[in-house]
């Protein structure tokens, strides 16, 4: 079955307590991307990557990380985290190639005391 | 930069039609898309709509794009309570970081019986 997973999907940390939230997809997609959803703001994009070892920022990588070592999978990396990053995380991927639709995974729901 | 918009909230009674609508910014946009969310959910793709179509139609939904006044509406035939949920108008463009998908801020729709 086509999918994209993470782990985990619910995580209660304290402010600097490095962590990772791992997503992997099984359907050979180059592009990956996370996104952060806030209540009244919609989904916003974190970080992406066209492929392996090619990552970018998108509207809101302050206080993130992320890594492309290999094609499936795209961690999510929080080096010190802070209230201010409790969220609903998703991640997708696709293809895209002339708007090839984007799958995302169950999200992962973090609270930062 | 670019931006979508969508109204907060809408209340329809059970039986009646839904008209979720949207309006974004951005004249290079290449699809546009309805994602649903169910509460804990995750996102689920409902349909998308190519730029250069005006109107797409899948059993119940509809999908109406005004490409000159940027405005893009979901109407629900036969609204059930099942499809009480958070829905999220989305686009994206080829020429946009490979395809990132801007969202609005979701519509909550409450059907009553």
């Known amino acids: 079955e086509a999918q994209v997973t993470q782990n985990p999907r619910y995580l209660i940390t304290v402010t600097g307590k490095k962590l990772t939230v791992t997503c992997s997809q099984n359907?050979?997609?180059?592009?990956m991307s996370w996104y952060r959803q806030d209540p009244g703001l919609g989904l916003r994009q974190i970080y992406y990557s066209m492929n392996v070892e090619v990552t970018d920022k998108g509207d809101v990588p302050e206080g993130y990380k992320v890594s492309r070592k290999e094609k499936r999978n795209f961690p999510l990396i929080l080096e010190s985290p802070s209230p201010n990053q409790t969220s609903l995380y998703f991640c997708?991927?696709?293809?895209?190639?002339?708007?090839?639709?984007?799958?995302f995974g169950p999200g992962t729901r973090l609270l930062v005391l | 930069g670019e931006d979508v918009e969508q109204s907060l909230f809408l209340s329809v009674r059970e039986g009646d039609s839904s008209v979720i609508n949207c309006t974004y910014t951005?004249?290079?946009?290449?699809?546009l898309y309805w994602y649903k969310q169910e509460p804990g959910a995750g996102l689920q793709l409902l349909t998308y709509?190519?730029?250069?179509?005006d109107m797409k139609q899948d059993q119940r939904l509809t999908v109406l794009l005004n490409k000159k006044d940027k405005h893009l509406s979901l109407r629900i035939a036969d609204t059930q309570t099942g499809d009480s949920a958070i829905y999220f108008c989305a686009e994206s463009s080829l020429y946009n970081q490979g395809g990132k998908l801007i969202f609005g801020q979701g519509t909550e729709l409450s059907v009553k019986p």
């Open positions: 359907m050979n997609h180059e592009y």
């Open positions: 951005d004249s290079s946009s290449t699809y």
């Open positions: 709509i190519f730029s250069n179509m």
């Open positions: 997708a991927s696709s293809t895209y190639r002339d708007g090839e639709t984007q799958y």
